[in-house]
């Protein structure tokens, strides 16, 4: 069920999980392209402050929407947020520097799925890497979450 922003999944032992959701998700995995442009362009006179800023609250977002047992489920979400900003003409490259140097303790991560989550961010980024330096294409990483 998605509501408010989250799919919410109700656990067969009881438990609930919310995982943030992107109204954007569908139209990348699908066309690779975004249905609702969100964030400034490359391009755009926007500062680099700014930018990273956008980046960043946008970070803190998807953590805070997410409860601890949903970290595991958030490189979807990751990567569609990569490939929106991609969409918008950010370098894959810049990005990757971008992501690499995020401290993890500004996000806000909650301490019970921390270990989750620095894994699901040590996995997307070594994703990031290898697509930042030409070695795999850059569909390869949205095939598998393409319904």
């Not at 755009?44 to 601890?68: A, C, E, Q």
């Not at 569609?80 to 490259?93: D, T």
Request: hydrophobic share 35%; aromatic share 12%; with cysteine.
């Amino acid at each position: 069920m998605i509501a408010l922003g989250c799919q919410v999944t109700i656990q067969p032992e009881g438990g609930v999980t919310v995982v943030s959701y992107n109204k954007n998700t569908e139209s990348i995995l699908l066309n690779r392209t975004m249905k609702y442009p969100r964030y400034p362009s490359w391009s755009s006179s926007t500062s680099m402050v700014v930018k990273l800023s956008t980046i960043k609250g946008h970070l803190s977002s998807l953590v805070k929407n997410t409860s601890p047992n949903g970290y595991r489920l958030l490189k979807r979400e990751l990567w569609v947020f990569l490939w929106e900003l991609h969409c918008r003409e950010y370098p894959w490259k810049w990005l990757y520097r971008v992501f690499r140097h995020m401290r993890l303790k500004d996000l806000s991560i909650k301490e019970r799925g921390a270990n989750d989550f620095k894994r699901v961010w040590g996995h997307m980024l070594w994703e990031l890497k290898l697509v930042a330096q030409n070695k795999v294409k850059e569909d390869n990483w949205l095939e598998q979450f393409t319904p």
